[in-house]
């Protein structure tokens, strides 16, 4: 037994799959979706790590996290993996996701 048991290699493979595929999410969300355009910070539209950070660590600062953001990217940013966020409802148009 020891380091290198098959224990062990099963393990050791079901952690570098794990790794190979949140690694691979992230670049797929972060520049290959059909979001991956909108102007923002990557790691907050690839994973919700961003907002836990501003909700949780720094105790509810993620409103004013958007709302500099908002200054910084203008009308609408990348804020969360899959909703836009929009300064305005009327911006809706301009993010080229729907054909009118």
Known sequence: MGLF???FAKLALAAGLFVVYVVGL???R???DRL???PGPKLAAAT????FYYDVVLKGRYTWEIARLHEKYGMYSSLQQIVPQLA???NLPALGLWSS
Do not use: D, K, V
Request: aromatic share 32%; charged share 5%; glycine share 0%.
């Open 48 to 51: 919700l790590w961003y907002e």
């Open 30 to 32: 972060a520049f290959f």
């Open 88 to 90: 305005s409802p009327h």
């Open 5 to 7: 048991s098959p224990s």
């Open 26 to 28: 992230y670049i797929y």
């Open 36 to 38: 991956s355009h909108i």
